[in-house]
């Protein structure tokens, strides 16, 4: 397997290309800051997927890097409330955003609590 055909994976990354095409949007006051970071923080998601699926080799860097990965995704449900209490995204997109980023935190606790389905050896 691929971490690629992760779920967590997929619906990560297409819960940042959302928020990228969402960020297009966004006053260009904003690109350095509240654009950047949504964008930075949303794609760290996947990323942090990837090197701890890469890394179940080690638990402790597996667990590192998925609770990275919940970190990350927690600070994007942080910036789009900002981007909604500034009226760059209407309600309904924030609710919407904010739904698919919880069910990723749940994809990713749920690999935090069942390591040896992903191929974490548990006897290092």
């Given at each position: 397997?691929?971490?690629?055909?992760?779920?967590?994976?997929?619906?990560?990354?297409?819960?940042?290309?959302?928020?990228?095409?969402?960020?297009?949007s966004?006053?260009?006051?904003e690109k350095y800051?509240?654009?950047?970071?949504?964008?930075?923080?949303?794609r760290?998601?996947c990323?942090?997927i990837?090197?701890?699926?890469?890394?179940?080799?080690?638990?402790?860097?597996?667990?590192?890097?998925?609770?990275?990965?919940?970190?990350?995704n927690?600070?994007?449900?942080?910036?789009?409330e900002?981007?909604l209490a500034?009226n760059?995204i209407?309600?309904?997109?924030?609710?919407?955003l904010?739904?698919?980023?919880?069910?990723?935190?749940?994809?990713?606790?749920?690999?935090?609590?069942?390591?040896?389905?992903?191929?974490?050896?548990?006897?290092?």
């Amino acid at each position: 397997m691929k971490f690629q055909d992760l779920l967590a994976y997929r619906k990560g990354f297409d819960l940042a290309m959302k928020i990228f095409e969402i960020g297009k949007s966004f006053p260009s006051e904003e690109k350095y800051s509240l654009t950047d970071q949504i964008r930075r923080s949303s794609r760290s998601v996947c990323a942090n997927i990837a090197e701890a699926y890469r890394k179940r080799d080690y638990p402790k860097h597996f667990y590192s890097k998925l609770t990275d990965s919940d970190a990350e995704n927690s600070e994007t449900q942080s910036w789009l409330e900002f981007a909604l209490a500034c009226n760059y995204i209407q309600k309904d997109a924030y609710n919407k955003l904010i739904i698919e980023s919880e069910e990723v935190g749940k994809l990713i606790n749920y690999m935090l609590q069942n390591p040896i389905k992903f191929g974490v050896k548990t006897d290092l």
